[in-house]
């Protein structure tokens, strides 16, 4: 990651984090509330690919939490995971759920992009 990617990364961080605190306390940790809220408030795009996977714009991307295997079946967590993508090569890579959230700057993850993956890489 560049050292200017990196700094941007860092500044969209403290950007977000207020607002998912926010959304926190608000016990609003849907991916929905996150996606209205990272948007309307601080103005980001929904991230969109083609069906052949060709980026169409956008740098935003929220998602429901990764199911886990719980009590003999799959259940999916409340709560939404959170990527932004920053400059050519960094990201600001988040959550929030019922328990706490998260915000950090980092590089791209190669499996998912500035979604943290499942499981260790």
């Not at 935003?60 to 090569?89: C, F, H, K, S």
Request: charged fraction near 30%.
């Amino acid at each position: 990651m560049t050292s200017a990617d990196k700094k941007a990364a860092q500044a969209e961080a403290a950007r977000i984090e207020p607002v998912l605190k926010r959304l926190w306390r608000q016990k609003k940790w849907d991916p929905d509330s996150v996606r209205t809220a990272l948007t309307g408030k601080l103005g980001y795009e929904v991230r969109e690919t083609s069906g052949k996977g060709e980026l169409l714009g956008g740098e935003l991307d929220v998602r429901e939490m990764y199911q886990r295997y719980e009590n003999g079946d799959d259940v999916t967590p409340e709560g939404a995971l959170i990527g932004l993508y920053v400059g050519d090569d960094a990201c600001v890579t988040a959550f929030v759920q019922k328990s706490n959230y998260e915000v950090k700057a980092n590089g791209r993850f190669m499996e998912t992009g500035c979604i943290e993956p499942p499981t260790g890489h």
